[in-house]
T-cell receptor, first 110, second 117 residues
């Protein structure tokens, strides 16, 4: 079953703009991760934030986590055309599983 | 970084035939691998958790006799779609964790696009 819901489902922006994607989940978690998927390919891990963390940065990525609201956001700053992809949040609710959200399809126009 | 090799990348088969998909961890050991199914423009749906040396754990609604999983070594898991039908056409992706790493992140294969005619 799906754990996370993401919004927006699709996002189209100009190169250089920031892109923000949100993820909500239902159960308590140990950590939350964000992955990227280029069309027809496997997923690539971007960043992991633990349940006791509130914010994390990695290059142009900034992730926040609000466990009281069961939500997370992924911000990509100064977007590039190469950032065009689908982005998924994934949660570890325990039991060694990783459950993926519905995903946001990001299109960055050059 | 850790590499997971999945093949074939795509396969076209006739209805009623069986298709085997392999997932290998190339430079790390994985006691557990995961098999996902993805429909176009949708998310990944966990099908089963493959455990080395024991039976796979299937998610609710996934037919274990339809999707046979074998995890005979620490670096190889296979998914066999038996008696495939057009409704089995989908993108199948495997993933694995490094048992020697404390990092919980998953490493993914590049996926297999299955088309059943």
């Amino acid at each position: 079953s799906q754990q996370g819901e993401e919004d927006p489902q699709a996002l189209s922006i100009q190169e250089g703009e920031n892109a923000t994607m949100n993820c909500s989940y239902k159960t308590s978690i140990n950590n939350l991760q964000w992955y990227r998927q280029n069309s027809g390919r496997g997923l690539v891990h971007l960043i992991l934030i633990r349940s006791n963390e509130r914010e994390k940065h990695s290059g142009r990525l900034r992730v926040t986590l609000d466990t009281s609201k069961k939500s997370s956001s992924l911000l990509i700053t100064a977007s590039r055309a190469a950032d065009t992809a689908s982005y998924f949040c994934a949660t570890d609710p325990g039991g060694f599983k990783t459950i993926f959200g519905a995903g946001t399809r990001l299109f960055v126009k050059a | 970084g850790a590499v997971v090799s999945q093949h074939p990348s795509w396969v076209i088969c006739k209805s009623g035939t069986s298709v085997k998909i392999e997932c290998r961890s190339l430079d790390f050991q994985a006691t557990t691998m995961f098999w996902y199914r993805q429909f176009p423009k949708q998310s990944l749906m966990l099908m089963a958790t493959s455990n080395e040396g024991s039976k796979a754990t299937y998610e609710q609604g996934v037919e274990k006799d339809k999707f046979l999983i074998n995890h005979a070594s620490l670096t190889l898991s296979t998914l066999t779609v038996t008696s495939a039908h057009p409704e089995d056409s989908s993108f199948y992706i495997c993933s694995a964790r490094d048992i020697h790493s404390t990092n919980e992140k998953l490493f993914f294969g590049s996926g297999t696009q299955l088309s059943v005619l």
